[in-house]
């Protein structure tokens, strides 16, 4: 029986890999304790309280968070929750409104015949195409809701490509900016009723001129937006800058 004591020092990654590798327990042990996140996530999207016991798109979450198990890679460096997170707005996204605004994206309920599958690198190499599609389908569908984000600050991703600063040091400099925007609670709340930065306050935050503050602005608005929103793969760009 997996316990809190059996699994302390196993980071929860590391139970993912165990499960995909065939640890049933551990494998039900994430799925039962981590109802409360799954919940969480498929409330955010629902916008009301998910009864566990009651509302189907708690079974939709659940389902989702077992697919997030089963084709979560770490080698990306990104977090698990953040993965299945994804997974889970996604999935109960795509069952409520019932689009089918992506007819050729992989979906996520299909599954490996695996049983008629005797040689297991056949078995991982159609794992591996699998995960594969779906990075590709999950970054079209950040970057999407990436675009509505930028509208809500008129901001355009194709402007945003002119208004990126060339320079290495001037980029990093201004993600910089944005991370200490993103983590003022003051700051942020004025950028989030606004959608504008707070330049009074942030300028004595910051050891940039407020010429160079209004020369990235948008730049600066499109990543306090990615951090803002935890998205997967766009963070990935982000990582080690600014820290």
């Not at 799925?31 to 798109?57: G, M, N, T, W």
């Not at 007819?103 to 159609?126: C, G, H, Q, W």
Request: net charge neutral; glycine share 2%.
């Amino acid at each position: 029986m997996i316990t809190q004591e059996s699994t302390k020092d196993l980071t929860l990654e590391e139970m993912v890999i165990a499960a995909q590798q065939g640890d049933s327990e551990i494998l039900n042990h994430l799925l039962k304790a981590y109802q409360p996140f799954i919940a969480k996530c498929v409330s955010s999207v629902c916008k009301r309280y998910i009864d566990p016991e009651h509302d189907d798109e708690f079974s939709i979450g659940l389902s989702a968070f077992h697919s997030a198990i089963e084709i979560f890679s770490p080698v990306k460096g990104s977090s698990f929750l953040s993965f299945a997170k994804l997974v889970i707005t996604r999935r109960v996204i795509d069952d409520i409104r019932a689009k089918q605004r992506y007819p050729d994206s992989v979906s996520l309920d299909e599954t490996f015949d695996t049983e008629k599958m005797e040689n297991p690198r056949e078995i991982k190499a159609v794992k591996e195409a699998y995960r594969e599609e779906q990075d590709i389908w999950y970054r079209q569908q950040e970057i999407l809701d990436f675009q509505k984000k930028l509208i809500a600050y008129k901001i355009s991703l194709a402007e945003l490509t002119e208004v990126a600063p060339k320079h290495k040091d001037a980029r990093e400099s201004a993600i910089r900016t944005a991370r200490i925007l993103f983590n003022d609670e003051d700051m942020k709340s004025y950028v989030h009723k606004k959608r504008r930065l707070p330049m009074k306050d942030l300028i004595k935050k910051v050891e940039v001129s407020k010429k160079t503050l209004e020369r990235n602005r948008k730049y600066i608005l499109a990543i306090f937006i990615v951090l803002d929103k935890e998205y997967l793969y766009l963070n990935d760009y982000l990582k080690g800058v600014g820290q």
